[in-house]
């Protein structure tokens, strides 16, 4: 079961439904969205019905919840939620197109690929300092060196910086440079990291585990809101399957599923999923028709010298065709390209 408060209820609103659900017996996890404060019940459901929660001050609705994932669930919020970072909004009524290196590997290399995003209308700049490889041998990324470095790309671009934190006891490290937490595929279950992000008061990227389900990506996704943060964008990366032509198979359903489930936003990594440059577009416009709110898109100045995914990278001339398919495509369904507020 969940409360949801009213846009305009106060703290001592919410705290006095914490209080009555606590004394009936029950735990109640608040988690504060942009747009609405939503409060988790757990316990006896009966207990929660006679206490008449509805007729409390600052209180919208109470909502019970068939689904395992309440917070994040679509059935008490019908309305798509808009996450936003650092003013850049990510919901239902823009595409929100983010561009950058797959990893930071010098301060040229991040400032020429954050020009790159630029100049193809990319309003939020990608970046790994720690990088989760398969191979121990592979480039683990700068670490807090390429924070900084992220950090100063900022300065210069005014991109707000999006990147991934691998570790729960380096959350509170990377929260200080980020605009936007990335979670990978490969942690999407890690409670700890998962209810680490939770705790912090930035938007978070869930990306989804490549062997996982839908269900257990929102399953995930609630660890992070029941935690006390909603801002989630979720962002299909490509799943596992018996097909070898591409890294990852991107499983476009994802998209309309989880718009149907959940009121998070959702956004497609075409560069993950396909593993290739020449899919980068085919699949962006997929996603961008499959109602996408937004990509986040691999590229590089000179792919063939990365240290972290130099096929998948997009180049200045490939950049210049998805920037006029971001431009042109979304206002055709109904949207507007994502601008800073
Ligand atoms: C990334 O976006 O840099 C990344 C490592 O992606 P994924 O977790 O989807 O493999
Ligand atoms: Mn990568």
Not at 29 to 48: C, K, Q, Y
Not at 268 to 291: E, F, T
Request: net charge negative.
């Amino acid at each position: 079961m969940v409360v949801v408060m009213a846009s305009d209820a106060t703290q001592a609103d919410v705290e006095s439904v914490v209080a009555k659900v606590e004394e009936a017996g029950g735990s109640a996890f608040v988690s504060r969205g942009v747009e609405r404060t939503i409060v988790g019940l757990v316990g006896d459901v009966e207990r929660f019905y006679a206490l008449n929660l509805r007729a409390l001050p600052g209180v919208s609705d109470v909502v019970r919840i068939s689904v395992p994932f309440k917070l994040v669930s679509s059935e008490h919020h019908a309305q798509r939620s808009t996450v936003t970072v650092a003013g850049v909004p990510i919901g239902p009524d823009t595409f929100t197109f983010i561009a950058g290196p797959c990893a930071v590997e010098s301060y040229e290399q991040t400032l020429e690929s954050a020009q790159m995003a630029v100049a193809a209308g990319a309003t939020l700049l990608r970046g790994g300092a720690f990088k989760p490889r398969t191979s121990p041998y592979a480039f683990q990324g700068l670490g807090e060196a390429g924070l900084e470095i992220l950090q100063k790309v900022r300065e210069e671009t005014g991109l707000p910086i999006v990147t991934e934190v691998v570790d729960a006891a380096d959350v509170e490290l990377v929260a200080r440079y980020a605009d936007m937490l990335q979670v990978g595929t490969r942690n999407m279950q890690n409670f700890a990291l998962l209810q680490a992000v939770g705790t912090t008061r930035l938007p978070v990227m869930l990306k989804r585990g490549m062997s996982s389900t839908i269900e257990e990506w929102l399953m995930a996704a609630e660890y992070i809101a029941q935690r006390g943060n909603l801002d989630i964008v979720l962002c299909e990366r490509g799943i596992r399957t018996f097909e070898t032509a591409t890294r990852n198979t991107l499983d476009i359903s994802a998209v309309p599923v989880v718009h149907a489930l959940s009121h998070l936003p959702i956004i497609v990594d075409p560069s993950h999923s396909g593993g290739r440059r020449d899919l980068v577009m085919p699949l962006s416009r997929a996603a961008m028709a499959a109602g996408a709110d937004g990509i986040i898109v691999d590229v590089h100045p000179h792919p063939e010298s990365a240290l972290c995914d130099g096929p998948q990278a997009l180049v200045d001339s490939d950049l210049r065709d998805l920037a006029t398919a971001v431009r042109t495509l979304p206002p055709l369904l109904g949207r507007a390209p994502a601008v800073r507020a």
